[in-house]
């Protein structure tokens, strides 16, 4: 034991594993599917503290389906599920090969991610508001917005639907529900509180979902949400998808070595759930949960998604810089779309040919809503959107100024 | 009225006439805030209507902004515009680009009302005129009211308006119209005509000035206390100057400037914000762009030092009208 008055050392946190060594999570506290309990809906902060640092789990290693959290989801949906998954995937897959050979500036996949927006998507209703990060696509594709208007917004083509005004992937589909993305890190995560706090200003049923990556609970906005959230007691749902890697920055650096990201919230005195995000059953009960419990008026529940970023962090990103080859294939928690993939063959309505064919109509699907899109023009290709329309709703009216900057322009 | 009195009669109207109006802010609900701006409020609209919020600015403006794209018309008060700063990137990364990067799906209809400038012994957190970092920003608006009438008719205005207004309300006017001279006892708005309040709803436009005194010497560009300190500095010296309010900061009224600037062929911009890169900078700019072959002079600027406000010497640092004065007299000697 070091003696007092010996030189203090700073404590810098590292992550585990650095390239070039072999990943290995068997020190990582998983509990069992089916062993986290799941309390009601009205249940106070205070007494589920515990389920901050458990891990809700619904699918077993077997694929099958156990526990207090299995909500016996009806297969039509569950096989909806799947195919919005599926489909996630092969729309980052066909987007990534785009920028490729240089019809984007930029792309960010969900790898590995999927679930977490599929299903809460689907547990949640028409009208709700989700705040999301760059990183939850799979919400409107779970909503089923026509994939051509994001792959036009992924191209800033004319028929994209914001003018070519954002960085691609920062979608905004209102009536999705489905918020501008900023691109600032952490700042939709207090608006959404805002948003469930107008709901019950007027005596709505409605109720928002903020969206924050583990990396920027380290952003201010992140607690003034928290201080919002427990101070208005609105129907929102706080989720906090613990992809493992901020960039290069691993959750260490954002929770410290010994707090979970769940557990943030019991300072704040709110209800707070960590649950398995590469679980499709395991997110659409949870999510349920907190959905129900916001609009039965109990409040906000903050909820860590415990999961892995497969992909890089974007197309600009290299993650063999920082982060072992092999480190997605050991993550413990496995694949979203294989595991629920196998639990509906275990339940007898899916199998290998059906998935097979399944994939072929999506890849499909996709293929020809991304060549829609491409026939309107790429970012490199075809017309622009119109320059004109740069300085409309800087303000809802042109002040004289920008009218005056636009002649300049010469358009 | 004064002007508290104007700027509450305002929100309690606005409050009143559309049930999307809400109020919030530190101290603003059950105590009806520092400068009692919303006193009275919460009782007569109820405290879902009006309420306190934490200390933490920039949650005031970001659950605003939530509260905007779902359709309410939140008016927040930051308790001295020297405490924005946490809130900066909510109003300029958030507030003002929401518009145009969502392609009008979402915007945020919101007031963001702060005391500004000095004059009361505040020191350097109590004192300040923030206005050209608002001014920097596209897709705000920017509101200087410089007595009760203007404060109420641009609040309604800034309260209906669909873009996001930074309404900067001079501390050091609330009570009078204070010209600088801190020596002599002050006057109340009651013995001013610009006290006289309408009960009833009213607008004052955003994006247009108010020549306060015709002359034909030199144009004083001015606004919020200033205009006061103006008005005195012309009575001290005889000099014929015609005084410009311009009440909004952004949109500008250039027309009004332009005009007045070609019949006098002299300018002189005052603020109490430091100098550098302050809002005067940008006067100074479009004036010399629009009248440069009008202008017999320079154009003159005078403003706070670019230190902080400092508390013992507040005098010192405010640019009252013995400066303005003198720099009068200057420009009208070149």
């Known amino acids: 034991m070091a003696k007092p008055n010996s030189p203090i050392r700073l404590h810098v946190p590292e992550p585990a594993f650095r390239p070039g060594d072999t990943p290995d999570f068997s020190s990582l506290d998983i509990p069992a599917a089916g062993s986290v309990r799941r309390p009601t809906v009205d249940v106070s902060p205070e007494e589920i503290r515990d389920l901050a640092y458990g891990i809700i789990r619904v699918l077993d290693d077997a694929g099958a389906a156990v526990g207090p959290w299995d909500e016996a989801l009806d297969s039509a949906t569950a096989i909806r599920g799947l195919r919005y998954m599926m489909k996630t995937r092969v729309y980052d897959q066909r987007m990534v090969m785009a920028q490729r050979q240089g019809k984007t500036s930029f792309y960010m996949q969900c790898t590995g991610e999927e679930a977490v927006a599929v299903a809460q998507q689907m547990a949640l209703q028409l009208g709700d508001m989700h705040f999301p990060t760059y990183r939850q696509q799979g919400l409107l594709i779970a909503a089923e917005h026509p994939l051509e208007e994001l792959a036009c917004q992924v191209f800033s083509n004319p028929g994209d639907v914001l003018q070519g005004r954002q960085l691609p992937v920062m979608y905004s589909f209102r009536d999705s529900g489905f918020f501008s993305i900023s691109g600032n890190l952490g700042t939709q995560y207090v608006q959404a509180v805002g948003w469930a706090m107008a709901s019950a200003i007027k005596g709505d049923s409605k109720i928002a979902a903020g969206w924050i990556g583990e990396g920027a609970t380290a952003e201010n906005d992140f607690h003034s949400a928290l201080l919002y959230a427990s101070v208005y007691n609105p129907p929102v749902i706080l989720n906090v998808v613990n992809n493992q890697w901020a960039i290069s920055t691993f959750q260490g650096l954002a929770a410290g070595d010994s707090a979970t990201f769940a557990s943030r919230a019991h300072g704040y005195g709110l209800a707070s759930l960590r649950a398995d995000g590469n679980d499709f059953l395991a997110v659409h009960a949870v999510s349920r949960w907190a959905a129900e419990r916001a609009r039965c008026g109990f409040g906000p529940t903050l909820i860590e998604w415990v999961t892995y970023r497969v992909a890089a962090h974007s197309t600009s990103d290299d993650p063999s810089q920082y982060r072992p080859q092999g480190e997605a294939s050991a993550w413990p928690l496995g694949d979203p779309v294989e595991r629920f993939k196998q639990h509906l063959i275990g339940r007898g309505v899916w199998s290998e040919e059906l998935h097979a064919k399944a994939q072929e109509q999506i890849e499909t699907e996709v293929r020809q809503a991304v060549r829609r899109a491409e026939s309107l023009g790429t970012l490199n290709s075809g017309s622009k959107p119109s320059i004109k329309e740069m300085f409309e709703d800087v303000y809802k009216e042109m002040p004289p100024h920008l009218r005056k900057q636009r002649q300049q322009l010469g358009v | ?334």
């Open chain 2, 1 to 334: 009225m004064n002007m508290i009195e104007a700027i509450r009669d305002a929100m309690d109207i606005m409050l009143a006439q559309d049930n999307n109006v809400v109020v919030f802010g530190e101290d603003v609900g059950y105590f009806g805030g520092v400068f009692r701006c919303t006193a009275g409020l919460q009782a007569k609209h109820g405290k879902h209507r009006v309420f306190d919020t934490p200390i933490n600015e920039s949650g005031i403006v970001g659950v605003a902004i939530g509260m905007g794209a779902y359709g309410l018309r939140p008016c927040v008060e930051i308790q001295f515009a020297d405490y924005v700063y946490p809130a900066y990137d909510q109003i300029a990364s958030e507030a003002a680009r929401l518009r145009h990067r969502s392609n009008g799906q979402f915007y945020a209809p919101l007031v963001i009302r702060m005391p500004t400038g000095g004059g009361i012994f505040g020191g350097q957190t109590h004192s300040q005129s923030p206005e050209a970092l608002f001014t920097h920003v596209s897709g705000l608006k920017t509101v200087v009211p410089s007595n009760p009438y203007d404060a109420k008719g641009l609040l309604i205005s800034s309260i209906e308006d669909d873009d996001p207004v930074i309404f900067l309300e001079p501390k050091r006017l609330y009570n009078g119209p204070f010209d600088g001279h801190h020596e002599r006892p002050s006057i109340p708005w009651s013995k001013h005509p610009l006290g006289e309040v309408p009960e009833h709803h009213y607008h004052v436009p955003l994006g247009e000035a108010a020549v306060r005194r015709q002359g034909s010497a030199v144009t004083i560009l001015a606004y919020g206390t200033m205009v006061y300190v103006a008005e005195a500095a012309v009575a001290e010296t005889g000099i014929d100057a015609e005084i410009i309010d311009l009440r909004t900061l952004l949109p500008l009224d250039m027309a009004t400037i332009e005009t007045s600037v070609k019949k006098t062929g002299r300018c002189m911009v005052i603020h109490e914000a430091t100098l550098t890169s302050g809002f005067g900078a940008e006067l100074c700019a479009l004036v010399q762009e629009s009248c440069f072959y009008h202008l017999e002079a320079p154009i003159e600027r005078v403003t706070g030092w670019d230190t902080p406000y400092p508390h013992a010497l507040e005098w010192e640092y405010f640019p009252g009208p013995a400066r303005v004065g003198s720099a009068l007299k200057r420009m009208m000697e070149a």
